[in-house]
């Protein structure tokens, strides 16, 4: 089993709708929670860090279920620029603090 | 201010070679990470640097890999021998401390032929 579990879509909504993704992670000791977003042959970016509150940035809301081991992430009122893949990222602060990444879940948002 | 850079941003060389891929972190940033990423994969950690010295090299797949960072700041991967299965994207990222954010460079997309 993997240990950052997305689906790898793609997902193709229409402009304006909302979306959701779900990734499932493994490690019950991880502590740190990221979605990064990567373009096409780009370098991944930080999107969002993701709380046991719950955080929203605009149009983004991100969970985390630590009892489930999931976390996820909405996004309302989608537009054509939000086409993109979406990496779950786990960080288990075990003193490397490496990145353990999802492979990702592709958005298409079509107009 | 100046991100991760990364050169050169494509290299393609025959299997057997001996190549060498760099990595300039932001300034100031102690902490700096290898990854590398497939086609249609997330990025996998190889090797993580706390200052000069390779804090955990766990992710290094085998003794072909070997990286370095002599100053605490510019870091070289070097991977001998290639293999055709070495082709990817290797992605290095740097943070101000390992619990900081990392900043990830563009990338620096291998291929061996």
């Known amino acids: 089993r993997k240990e950052v579990e997305q689906d790898p879509g793609p997902f193709n909504v229409p402009e304006g709708a909302t979306v959701a993704f779900n990734c499932t992670y493994s490690n019950s000791a991880s502590q740190s929670f990221f979605w990064y977003r990567q373009d096409c042959r780009k370098e991944p970016k930080l999107l969002m860090s993701?709380?046991?509150s719950g955080n929203e940035d605009g149009r983004f809301t991100a969970q985390l279920n630590r009892a489930s081991q999931y976390i996820s992430l909405l996004i309302r009122d989608s537009k054509l620029s939000d086409s993109a893949t979406y990496l779950c990222?786990?960080?288990?602060?075990?003193?490397?603090?490496?990145?353990?990444f999802g492979t990702g879940t592709r958005l298409k948002v079509l107009a | 201010g100046a991100g991760v850079s990364q050169t050169p941003s494509n290299k393609v060389t025959e299997k057997g070679k001996y190549v060498e891929l760099r990595c300039d972190p932001i300034?100031?940033?102690?902490?700096l990470y290898w990854y590398r990423q497939s086609l249609g994969q997330g990025p996998e950690f190889l090797i993580y640097?706390?200052?000069?010295?390779?804090?955990?090299d766990s992710g290094l797949p085998n003794d072909r890999f070997f990286a370095v960072r002599p100053e605490g700041s510019v870091s070289t991967l070097k991977i001998q021998r290639t293999e055709r299965g070495d082709s990817a994207v290797y992605l290095c990222?740097?943070?101000?401390?390992?619990?900081?954010?990392?900043?990830f460079g563009p990338g620096t997309r291998l291929t061996v032929l």
């Open positions: 640097f706390q200052g000069t010295g390779a804090a955990d």
């Open positions: 993701v709380y046991s």
């Open positions: 990222a740097s943070s101000f401390g390992p619990t900081n954010e990392q900043f």
């Open positions: 300034s100031g940033h102690t902490a």
């Open positions: 990222v786990v960080n288990d602060d075990s003193g490397t603090y490496k990145y353990i």
